[in-house]
């Protein structure tokens, strides 16, 4: 296993860009199950997840290329088994039932697990898919899905905007008979980009990035080529690291556009942001103030960024609240954040941070992928030697960090554990 050091204490300086969103790219590398002929997609990260979902779409039986950023698939003789080897290494696998339910009318998909950050279940993707004439049984840890007179359009209500059962829905009903109409709909960025993707492919969908989108069902959807959108989660944190090395970042390739929540809350803790023609520049604007976040669906603050923000606000003088009201148990950067020397108390689902004070390095580990971008960058922000082990969750979620990271100044290597 592998471990990071980090060398904390120096600005962050120069010019970073941001890879594709590993977000988007795993749904969008899922619908390609869906087309007749072969896709071609750029801006593909070279993730772990990624390279586990070319695994997967092999198993179902496309052949599958990954040149550079570059991605080709060509479904041409599906099945319908995902098996638990692979989604047991990552949940969104679990995006493949609506593709094949849709295309082969069955699907056997092993049922995800618990993760780290909460119990994450798939109720809301199974009571969608019901609804479209799909039925499920549950044996041996997979879901036996089949829909023998094929899927039709319906309209569905979600109980929650989830990112996942959205994105599986759109799919399914992309090749389903007649209209289906999706509400209290995920608006996050990657749905929408999913939705561009489909529609690439000759899906008929409207009102992506609202919470109603309509999709008019087709007979079948071809190959095309398209670029996956830039990741805002790598570029938030990004932001924040700038922000608490006291450096000057220009991001290069940033979905400003997506991170109006994040830039909002930066720019109340005293950074200064501002989009250029060539990236959007990021550095302190004075001292950081505390501020309270809460995490909500899209265009909410992101989960996703909650990590790496507690980290800035360790770094802000005063105190400020995090209420994180996605998932149940997403606190675990907590005790090792405390570890470096930050003060965070830890009620229910709120934590308060106590900022300002110093941070040092120490060994510590990591627990999940934000989790890990959190001590990453608190890290750079720490005197002395951060020492992070189990980052292969880092390597999830973000392209050469080191290497990134090692381009505008930090002090930060890879060694064998
Ligand atoms: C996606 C993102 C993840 C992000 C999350 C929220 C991917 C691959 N992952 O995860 O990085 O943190 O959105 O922005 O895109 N829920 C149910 N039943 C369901 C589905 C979800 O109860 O059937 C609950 C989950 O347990 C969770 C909440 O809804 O508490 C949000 O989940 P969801 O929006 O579905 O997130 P994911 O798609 O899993």
Redesign the pocket.
Known sequence: MDKLIVQGGGPLEGRIRVSGA??AA??ILMACLLAEGKVELGNVPRLRDIHTSLKLLEILGCKTSFDGNDVTSDAVALVPEAPYELVKTM??SVLCLGPLLARLREARVALPGGCAI?????????KGLEKMGAKFELAEGYINGTCNGGLKGAHITFD??????T?NLLMAASLAEGESILENA?R?P?VEDLANFLNAMGAKITGQGTSVIRVEGVKSLKGCSYRVMPDRIEAGTYMCAAAITDGELLIEDCPYQELDAVSYKLREMGVWLEETDEGVLVRRDGPLVGTDVTTQ??PGF???MQAQFMVVMCMASGAGTIEEK???NRFMHVQELARLGADIRLKGRTAMVRGGKPLFGAPVMASDLRASASLVIAGLAAEGKTEISRIYHLDRGYENIEAKLSGVGATIWREKE
């Open positions: 590993k977000n795993l749904p949940r969104a909460g119990a994450r279940p798939v109720d809301l993707h199974l929650f905007p989830t990112v996942g059962g994105e995920a996050e990657e669906p899209h992101p989960t996703d996605i998932f149940e």
